[in-house]
């Protein structure tokens, strides 16, 4: 197939922000009962009768939460949602309705943001969620991104980082580590590519590792699955830092201790040889990687045998009291202090 050299290039300004918002937002599909008025007014109606209601914000900004020389603009609107997402989730909740605003500079045509919007599409599509307003504006700092996501829960099922005690067993969600080595891979590549332009990286060996870097998951179904096996965790909280942090931040909220098992950290074996490839401890990666999007939660030792066998949930260790401090245990069984070297935007 012969590449166009001179795509077509539609300056936002022909349209003005109305028409931007009407041509980007023209085939999102309300799909929750409690959307009563999406996009189009001054302002969304929702009703949501006798439930609780959950909002998160997250604010995503080129060169500090994303590089578009390897973040294709349609990866980036889906886990834009992703994001905010996840944090619904974490308090065991219903995602329903997502904002999405933008702040776009000049060098960003129309096609560009058709793109990111594909991307919002269908990550609404696949979830479930209406998205119901936003905002557009100028911006001259490149692209930023700001998503408020809403969810609704009976009281009574609602999840927080405050409720682990003495004890519950430590569970997490699938496997950690492969974001931030598919980042590693991603920014080695582009090293290379400054280098000789002409060379095409061979990733088929990153596959998964890249994939969950660039286009991460929010794990509905455990909130889903939580429910089919009648277990309501005692405190909960999504990995977006790398899981020492998210452990202490449960810690502290919870005002216990941990020993956290270190040949129980669930690692899939790409990270692991990858991990190997950079020299790099593969537990130092799922402790402080980051961007796993993965959910982190305590439960009672009786919700145990609902549990055991579940290729989803995996119990990484307990919670003990405070006075003991928050400990990893490592292979050779010693104790070593958990420390949150997870990712912090403020050093990025």
Sequence with gaps: MIEDKNP???SISELGEFGLIDHLTKNFEIKQKTTIKGIGDDAAVLDFKSKKIVVT??????????DLSYMPLKHLGYKAIMV??????????????????????????????????????????????????????????GLIISVTAIGQADESDIVYRNGAKPNDLLVVT???????????????????????PNNQPDL??????????LKPEARKDIVNLLEALKIKPTSMIDISDGLSSEVIHLCKQSKVGVELYENKIPLDPQVISTCEEFNIDSTTIALNGGE???LLMTISQEDYPKIKGNPNLTVIGYMTDKENGMNLVTRAETLIPLIAKGWNSFNA
Aim: net charge negative; glycine share 6%; hydrophobic share 40%.
């Design 174 to 196: 699938g496997d950690l580590g492969a974001a931030y080595m598919g980042l590693q891979i991603l920014e080695r590549e582009k090293e290379v590519f400054k280098v000789n």
């Design 84 to 141: 905010n997402l996840s944090d619904v989730y974490a308090m065991n909740a219903k995602a329903t309705q997502v904002t999405v605003s933008i702040a776009v500079s000049n060098r960003f045509p129309l096609e560009a943001l058709e793109e990111l919007y594909a991307g919002i599409e269908t990550a609404a599509k696949i979830y479930e969620v209406d998205v119901i307003g936003g905002d557009t504006t100028s911006s001259t700092t």
């Design 204 to 213: 088929d060996m990153y596959t998964y590792i890249i994939e969950r870097q």
């Design 292 to 294: 796993d999007y993965e």
């Design 8 to 10: 077509q290039r539609t």
């Design 57 to 66: 914000t997250d604010l995503l900004i080129e060169q500090v939460h994303f």
